[in-house]
């Protein structure tokens, strides 16, 4: 069975601060993909990013990256020089090569404080 | 208009009445979702329609059924609700081709059982 864990509930970090959530995944499968959705209060999930499992190149984008590591079972987000913007939940999650596996894992609220 | 639109955003029920969710996607897309988001819990996979067939049912309760007349929309007919059923329920769509398609959230609809 698929399952995603993130281990923070909460963060809370100050405006510029770098911040990490951490995303652990466990499956069977060799071939499946990972993702990070946000979900700011306004309730929307809106997809951030989609890593496939041949590709373990690490992702930059402004001031978000990923680093996926397949030795640890690992797919976490870095958000450097946080904004208060960036406050919201954020979710990974987990699909199979099918399509429609879609495991979330809990979440991370974060918080950036100004 | 473009994207996952979800009315209405707020609905207060009382658990003898009946009221219908509605979803629309504009993406083109050939499946869509129901999930459940309620508080301290991970998001629930209710229900999944595939080219308008439902292919997923979560042993989600009879009090909930999912209707989809289209690929573009998807309703979820609620009667005799119990206080434990309110919730964030968020409809998604995505383009099945294998794993890689994200799934497009509308912002949900947030329910209250009184």
């Known amino acids: 069975a698929q399952k995603v864990t993130q281990a923070q509930t909460e963060i809370s970090v100050v405006e510029k601060e770098d911040v990490t959530l951490d995303c652990v995944y466990e499956?069977?499968?060799?071939?499946?993909?990972l993702f990070w959705y946000k979900q700011p209060p306004s309730g929307e999930l809106v997809f951030l990013i989609r890593?496939?499992?041949?590709?373990?190149q690490n992702e930059i984008s402004g001031r978000y990256s990923w680093n996926f590591q397949k030795s640890t079972s690992s797919f976490n987000f870095t958000i450097t020089a946080s904004q208060v913007v960036d406050s919201a939940v954020y979710f990974c999650?987990?699909?199979?090569?099918?399509?429609?596996?879609?495991?979330f894992g809990p979440g991370t609220r974060l918080s950036v404080l100004p | 208009e473009t994207g996952v639109t979800q009315t209405p955003r707020h609905l207060v029920m009382g658990m003898t009445n009946k009221k219908s969710l509605k979803c629309e996607q504009h993406?083109?897309?050939?499946?869509m979702y129901w999930y459940k988001q309620s508080a301290k819990k991970p998001l629930e996979l209710m229900f999944v329609y595939n080219f308008k067939e439902q292919t997923e049912n979560n042993s989600v309760p009879s009090r909930f059924s999912p209707e989809c007349p289209n690929s573009s929309h998807l309703f979820l007919h609620l009667h005799t609700l119990q206080p434990e059923d309110s919730a964030l329920y968020l409809c998604a769509s995505s383009q099945l081709q294998g794993g890689n398609s994200p799934l497009h959230f509308g912002n949900g609809t947030r329910l209250t059982v009184t």
């Open positions: 499956t069977r499968d060799t071939t499946y993909y």
């Open positions: 993406l083109g897309h050939n499946a």
């Open positions: 890593r496939n499992s041949f590709d373990e």
């Open positions: 999650a987990l699909n199979d090569n099918y399509g429609q596996n879609f495991v």
